[in-house]
């Protein structure tokens, strides 16, 4: 899984820092093998908005424990895996008994940190693992972000309220929930991507089969119109909240 944070609401001195105005994030978790933005959340910092994101992956198909994850320098990933998904250690019977909770064994996160020269050009990139020996992290995850990045595109594409210096950028936190929402939705079940079609095994002149996110991850079988999305009723389910 890749996560990757981006600003979501207006940073001026007329919206104060409220819990319903000022600067909020929004954190998305991707799947790498199907593109499927699996979790998002939205806080006031990336640490609470990786929270949320947890939260909801331990609702949806990951109670044990978090997936392995690579993200950019950003901080607070790694305080919400634990928080979520750490447990305090059992006390031994010396000194005083732990109260905080610790990572599992068997966690994988990397930490992708770009380095800047004095006019914030990136030069480079360096590695830290947080979880996981570095050997079996790296053969597990690869060394890039290149997914997450460009679903960070594609949601600024997608979605007004996240352009800068416009307009459209969101004032309204409620309002930019709902965007989000609808966007990912979109995102998961209505619009193809190029890089999940496959080679057509039919006799029809199409040379390929567009597929979408939600198709990848088999989580439907087709391409969902706008209508479908806006009226289909989920069935409920474990995984299904």
Known sequence: MLSGPTSATREKKSYPETDESGQFWRSTMLDMDSRLRAARGIAKNETLASLEVFKTLKRRGHPDGPPPTISDGWGGIDEAMIEVYGVVPEYRGRGRPPTRKRARPGWSYLQMVKQRDERGRMKGIKLRVIFGKK???????????????????TSRLFNGRQVRKTLAFSKDVAAYKAAAAWEDAYYNMVRPHKSLRLRATDTSSRNWVPRTPAMAAKLTDHICTVKELLTMLPVPGDNNT
């Open 135 to 153: 050997s079996e992290v790296l053969a597990l995850l690869g060394k890039s972000t290149a997914y997450i990045e460009r679903s960070n595109l």
